[in-house]
């Protein structure tokens, strides 16, 4: 397969988290995640800084590198659209931006490691 070079290219990715529930117990979601193709300079500098465990800002990382998502619904079970106001609801979960900012670092480490 012949390699396409794209103005703003993205990769939809699989992002698992576990969030408590009412009971207390863990139940596992999934949903698809857009994710930015970030350039190696900054997808190098994000995983070393959380390797070194240097302070960064998981709220914004996210908002850098996440273009759209699918498979997130609201209460109704209605797909929930993309937008800024969204997202920043999403980031409001206990963790997700960890979770979602380590599921893109995972992602680009797996096509590293397949290439």
Avoid: H
């Avoid at 350039?39 to 959380?50: E, N």
């Avoid at 908002?63 to 209605?78: P, T, Y």
């Amino acid at each position: 397969m012949a390699f396409v070079l794209k103005k703003d290219p993205t990769f939809l990715w699989p992002v698992e988290v576990e969030l408590a529930d009412d009971s207390g117990d863990y139940v596992p979601f999934s949903f698809k995640v857009c994710y930015r193709r970030m350039t190696q300079t900054y997808a190098r500098d994000v995983a070393t800084k959380l390797n070194e465990g240097a302070e960064i800002d998981l709220d914004a990382t996210a908002r850098e590198i996440i273009a759209g998502w699918d498979e997130i619904k609201d209460d109704s079970g209605e797909d929930v659209k993309f937008t800024s106001k969204a997202l920043d609801e999403l980031l409001k979960i206990p963790t997700m931006s960890a979770e979602l900012v380590g599921a893109w670092i995972n992602a680009t480490a797996k096509v590293k490691e397949k290439n």
